[in-house]
């Protein structure tokens, strides 16, 4: 699916998601302070950082939750910051995974998923929920369906979370880290789920502490401090033979 | 101690008022605050989404209208209303009384509701309007349909207390004089109690008041129960430990 879908978008080559100059202020507190990078189709990109990095701002700029202050940042092909864009037809198409979760309590497991569905892409009930079973079923959720969100361990939350969003059938999926509220012996279930959607070919950009799963599943590692891209590159070597000091001092911290 | 009985629970009194409370008196307090209530939380939602604009304009008429709609008192407004509308000849219910009563008290009402509402659509966590917003819902559609549901719960209680004040401001409709047929639970004891000197009707009114107010109370405790658990289908709650934490992907 992910890769028909993406046949339909962008030609080779082009970055999927394209950031230039982004910055973003709350007033006098600079938060990002000019912010430049791509990611490519079918890449995973892994964001880490201390804490008040701006790492979650700039993510939650990639779909314009935030407002970005200043900069350009396309989304297969389409410029977001453009004022003319419909942002909720974008959005529709750009999957997004937060830290709390943020299901909809009011509603039950499967009525969380055929929301947007149903009020976004306009599909009928019948069909709403027959897609949304098939992706709680691919999740192993498939017997909360009827379950309300509360009755839900954390973990089986996330992955309710990463259903309403794949649901969509998104270009591109956003994590904002998506296994720190987690208790510890949840967040494997949820990184298992994250590892197979990357390999399945899935964009992903993912804000995370998880430096085992950066090591692991994604292509690239962004480095953020202070606002900005402190260092990137290749997973690998980024982590293990970082070349500034506040990488290795952040990496010795965490590790 | 007599005297005292006499006065406020006469049997006799209360029966022979009774019919007219039931018969005319309940029937015209319901109407009033029902259709009250009904135009005060629709006027008072639209008035909460004006609180809640980023624009300095929108809001501001909106919280001139609450402000001074809560701090008059009710017996000014259905004055206002109800005697001052129609000596403007100013007259979109003719002369029945009992239209420009429901106009006053949802007035009032709305102001009330706009606050109630607005605190209830500030208590949802701004993270649902977030997942909302990143799914492509609009903004209406993520108040409608994720942040206004949640919203309402959280300030149910607050509501059945405005309802209870819309029930009991009904009885202000008084002022306006009322024929037979139009008489509500207050004007009906009223007009018995300066007939009789004899308080007992006003204390069966009040009985009426209560038969209406108190239940009103449990039904809408009710209502959040049921809400709050979901619809008793499969009450079963899943085991909280995941089966086996299946996650085998393939989007």
Redesign the interface.
């Given at each position: 699916?992910?890769a028909a879908t993406r046949g339909t978008t962008g030609t080779a080559g082009e970055p999927l998601i394209s950031v230039r100059g982004l910055t973003k202020s709350y007033g006098t507190v600079e938060v990002l302070r000019g912010v430049d990078f791509d990611v490519a189709p079918s890449e995973v990109v892994c964001v880490i950082g201390p804490s008040g990095s701006g790492k979650s701002t700039m993510l939650?700029c990639i779909?314009l939750?935030d407002a970005p202050t200043g900069g350009e940042i396309s989304v297969s092909g389409v410029t977001l910051t453009d004022p003319k864009v419909d942002v909720?037809?974008v959005?529709?198409?750009?999957?997004?995974v937060?830290q709390?979760f943020?299901?909809?309590?009011?509603k039950?497991v499967r009525a969380n998923v055929t929301?947007?569905l149903r009020?976004?892409r306009r599909l009928g009930r019948a069909e709403a929920d027959a897609l949304a079973d098939e992706?709680l079923d691919?999740?192993?959720l498939a017997?909360?369906a009827?379950?309300?969100p509360a009755?839900?361990?954390g973990?089986?939350q996330q992955?309710v979370?990463i259903a309403?969003?794949?649901a969509?059938r998104p270009e591109v999926m956003l994590f904002d880290e998506a296994t720190s509220a987690l208790d510890p012996e949840?967040v494997?279930?949820v990184l298992?789920?994250m590892r197979?959607?990357a390999s399945?070919g899935?964009t992903m950009l993912v804000v995370t502490h998880e430096i085992g799963f950066a090591r692991e599943v994604a292509d690239r590692v962004l480095f953020m401090d202070g606002g900005v891209i402190a260092e990137q590159g290749p997973a690998r070597e980024v982590l293990e033979r970082p070349r500034t000091e506040r990488l290795r001092a952040f990496l010795s911290q965490v590790l | 101690m007599g005297d005292f009985l006499h006065t406020f629970f006469d049997v006799h009194e209360m029966w022979s008022v009774l019919p007219e409370l039931l018969g005319e008196g309940l029937r015209n307090t319901l109407l009033i605050a029902a259709l009250a209530i009904v135009f005060g939380l629709a006027f008072g939602m639209l008035l909460a989404v004006l609180l809640l604009s980023k624009r300095r304009l929108v809001r501001l008429p909106a919280r001139i209208y609450v402000d001074v709609f809560r701090g008059l008192p009710a017996i000014v407004t259905v004055s206002l209303v109800g005697l001052g509308l129609p000596a403007a000849h100013l007259r979109p219910f003719g002369r029945s009384p009992l239209g420009y009563a429901v106009l006053a008290v949802g007035l009032i009402s709305a102001a009330y509701c706009a606050e109630i509402f607005r605190s209830g659509i500030q208590s949802v966590?701004p993270?649902?309007v977030?997942?909302?917003?990143?799914?492509?819902?609009?903004y209406l559609?993520t108040m409608r349909?994720?942040v206004v549901?949640?919203g309402i719960?959280n300030v149910l209680p607050a509501l059945t207390g405005q309802f209870i004040v819309d029930v009991k401001e009904s009885s202000l409709v008084y002022l306006l004089g009322l024929a037979v047929g139009q008489r509500e639970l207050y004007f009906i004891a009223q007009e018995h109690q300066a007939a009789s000197y004899n308080s007992s009707s006003l204390v069966a009114a009040g009985l009426c008041y209560l038969v209406i107010t108190i239940p009103l109370t449990y039904l809408v405790n009710w209502l959040d129960r049921r809400?709050r658990?979901?619809r008793p289908?499969?009450a079963a709650?899943?085991p909280?430990?995941?089966?086996?934490?299946?996650?085998?992907?393939?989007?």
């Open positions: 699916m992910t939650k779909n939750l909720d037809a959005r529709a198409r750009i999957g997004m937060f709390h943020n299901l909809f309590p009011h039950s929301l947007a009020h976004v992706q691919r999740l192993g017997h909360l009827e379950q309300r009755n839900l361990s973990g089986q992955r979370a309403r969003a794949l969509m949840l494997k279930g298992a789920v197979d959607l399945s899935m | 966590p993270g649902q977030q997942a909302g917003r990143s799914l492509g819902l609009s559609k349909l994720v549901p949640q719960r809400m658990t979901g289908r499969v709650p899943a909280a430990v995941p089966a086996g934490e299946k996650t085998e992907v393939s989007a």
